[in-house]
């Protein structure tokens, strides 16, 4: 499944379409360049699934934690860009929170790709450099 984002105003669009084919799956993995939006699609997520607080990326803390004000159930923010080995995610414990049945959304998951159960849903977003559209890829789905 392809989703295509031509501006920013259509971000809550194509967020609400991603959320609709994931389904019941809570693991999402975001595979994409240095500034391709991945931060911004997850902070779009989470307004949509009812985070009132400002969505940033914990790329300093690696892991922000969220509140739903709709379900009151908490969402996981990872950004393991800053990791240099899948033991530094083991030691903050990113296992539990990956099989917690809570929404995780995974910046830079290269690393961690073995510890990610196998529903796992990876998304690739790509940008055209000509048009800045973005693509984003739900291949499995």
């Not at 240099?84 to 690393?111: K, L, N, V």
Request: charge should be negative.
């Amino acid at each position: 499944m392809k989703i295509q984002i031509d501006s920013v105003e259509g971000l809550p669009e194509a967020a609400g379409k991603l959320l609709k084919a994931v389904g019941d799956r809570r693991v999402i993995a975001f595979h994409a360049p240095m500034g391709a939006g991945k931060t911004t699609l997850i902070a779009e997520l989470c307004r949509q699934l009812g985070v009132t607080d400002d969505s940033a990326s914990p790329t300093f803390s690696i892991l922000n934690e969220y509140r739903s004000q709709t379900t009151g159930e908490s969402i996981y923010h990872f950004d393991f860009y800053r990791l240099e080995t899948p033991e530094e995610a083991f030691d903050i414990g990113a296992e539990d929170y990956f099989y917690s049945g809570r929404y995780c959304f995974i910046e830079w998951p290269e690393i961690v790709e073995e510890m990610l159960p196998a529903e796992t849903v990876d998304v690739e977003i790509s940008v055209d450099p000509e048009t800045g559209v973005r693509t984003i890829d739900l291949p499995d789905l």
